[in-house]
């Protein structure tokens, strides 16, 4: 059965940095043929996409409102992925979500990403 889990979220200071993980188990062909992408909500908004890493780690897409702030990365022999998240404002508050695509490529769409975690909270202030 397929399970991603986040973890990392917290309170932080506008301007401070966090980093969240996604580990990822039962993939049955294989945790590096699936791309995986990080979504986010918050409170009374629509869930939105926030940045993609394919399969191989080797391409990456990322919101326009995260550009040059959130990197994210992927171990494969860990089977876990990273968002590294500097420069944190207040609008960056939410729940994120980590998510497993349908392939190996990045669509940064809600539709595309069948598998998802339970989420964990991020809270920019001061």
């Known amino acids: 059965q397929l399970q991603l889990v986040e973890s990392g979220g917290g309170l932080v200071q506008p301007g401070g940095s966090l980093r969240l993980s996604c580990a990822a188990s039962?993939?049955?062909?294989?945790?590096?043929?699936?791309?995986i992408g990080w979504f986010r909500q918050a409170p009374g908004k629509e869930r939105e996409g926030v940045a993609c890493i394919t399969s191989s780690g080797g391409s990456t897409v990322y919101a326009d409102s995260v550009k040059g702030r959130f990197t994210t990365s992927r171990d494969n022999a860990k089977n876990t992925v990273y968002l590294q998240m500097n420069g944190l404002k207040p609008e960056d508050s939410a729940v994120y979500y980590c998510a497993a695509a349908r392939s190996r490529s990045c669509v940064l769409s809600l539709a595309y990403f069948p598998s998802w975690g339970q989420g964990t909270q991020v809270t920019v202030s001061s």
């Open positions: 039962g993939f049955t062909s294989g945790y590096n043929a699936n791309a």
